[in-house]
């Protein structure tokens, strides 16, 4: 499976952003999907996931209320829906997935960038 992001740049404080995660490969084993991001000097976070039927929709306690995880009509892309950015929310994005067997995929990863 290989995960790839799009949607990443530079955005106003207070502004949106949609980005995308397109997956690729053997993708009937994905069993999971989601976003983390990593901020400069800081530990991989969550931002969001959920399984691939929709069940067990979690958000990282900094993002609720603001970011949405969304899937498309196919197992194969989803999005994250980010609203009401902060400073605190400049990070590189990595898109994620989870499949059989407790396997983990990554995307490369895409930044994003807020400032007044």
């Known amino acids: 499976v290989q995960l790839e992001e799009s949607g990443g740049g530079p955005v106003q404080t207070g502004g949106s952003l949609r980005l995308s995660c397109a997956a690729s490969g053997v993708t009937v084993l994905i069993n999971g999907l989601g976003w983390y991001r990593q901020a400069p000097g800081k530990e991989r976070e969550l931002v969001a996931k959920?399984?691939?039927?929709?069940?067990?929709?979690t958000y990282g306690d900094s993002v609720k209320g603001r970011f949405t995880l969304l899937k498309g009509n196919t197992n194969t892309i989803w999005y994250l829906q980010m609203n009401e950015l902060k400073s605190e929310d400049t990070a590189v994005y990595f898109c994620?997935?989870?499949?059989?067997?407790?396997?983990?995929?990554w995307g490369q990863g895409t930044q994003v960038t807020v400032s007044s």
């Open positions: 994620y997935a989870t499949g059989w067997e407790d396997a983990e995929y």
């Open positions: 959920m399984r691939l039927n929709g069940r067990g929709l």
